[in-house]
């Protein structure tokens, strides 16, 4: 699944041909992805303009002058695809097959946007003014919010007997990580992925904060990661795979300057957690 990194990449990437564009012609070609796409979607998106495009945790958001909000997740294999005349730098791979085209947007300047999902794992859907989407109303602060600090995660790692790694990935203390990132902060943070969560002193929860901030940083500046699906929305490839100190490294020397460990792979909660033991404690 695309974390924050790539979403945010795929967002930067929509905002110039989404954003404050009016969507001349909207299509549904199917009645549903993961779940059923609302009936009236492409009524409420034609004629409509995109007043905001957003990101929370892992979904993209766009808002609409006429209220409401249209809500989408990539799921496993999604891709916003950009086409249009005059577009340098966009190209769409023959490889990403037009039967998986499910909902089309085109904009009164001739760009058309495509959610094109081979697997159909992602979503799309409307949040009305004045309600809450149950995807959302639970979610932690971003990390990048001001208040994600070393006392916040005191705060809710107080008394925690689970691993750090796997109270990093509840979506309720923070939302947008998953296992790459976490997995790569932690090692930047030299923290034991299975170290509990409530024994860890302010000093390297401090660290541990920032860290995940660089981390993710680090990843939009380089497009995210492209393990299996992951596009940007010029069809590019995201290149921060080619940077991971711990993920996906079993067996690797670790790269923390003066450390002789080599790195190890351990299943946790059903995912691969990858560390070092020479510096991770």
Known sequence: ??????????????????????????????????????????????????????????????????????????????????????????????????????????TESGTTITFNDARRFGMVDLIRDGTAHPLLDHLGPEPFDPGFNAAYLAARFAGRRAPVKQALLDQRIVAGLGNIYVSEALHRAHIDP?????????????????????????AIAAGGSSLRDHRQASGELGYFQHSFRVYD?????????????????VVQSGRSSFYCPGCQR
């Open 249 to 265: 490294r079993e067996g690797a020397p670790c790269p923390a300057p003066g450390c002789a460990g080599i790195i190890r792979r």
């Open 194 to 218: 299975r170290r509990a969560a409530g024994r860890i002193g302010a000093a390297r929860l401090e660290a541990l904060a920032g860290h995940i901030r660089e981390v993710l940083a680090d």
């Open 1 to 106: 699944m695309p974390e924050l990194p790539e979403v945010e990449t795929v967002r930067r990437g929509l905002q110039p041909h989404l954003e404050g564009q009016r969507i001349a012609r909207a299509e549904a070609r199917r009645p549903d992805l993961r779940w059923p796409l609302p009936p009236d979607l492409v009524q409420v998106l034609t004629g409509a303009r995109v007043t905001a495009l957003r990101r929370r945790s892992k979904y993209l958001l766009a808002d609409l002058d006429r209220g409401g909000t249209v809500l989408m997740h990539l799921g496993m294999s999604g891709r916003m695809l950009v086409e249009g005349a005059g577009l340098a730098g966009f190209h769409r791979d023959p490889s990403v097959l037009a039967r998986h085209d499910h909902v089309v947007l085109v």
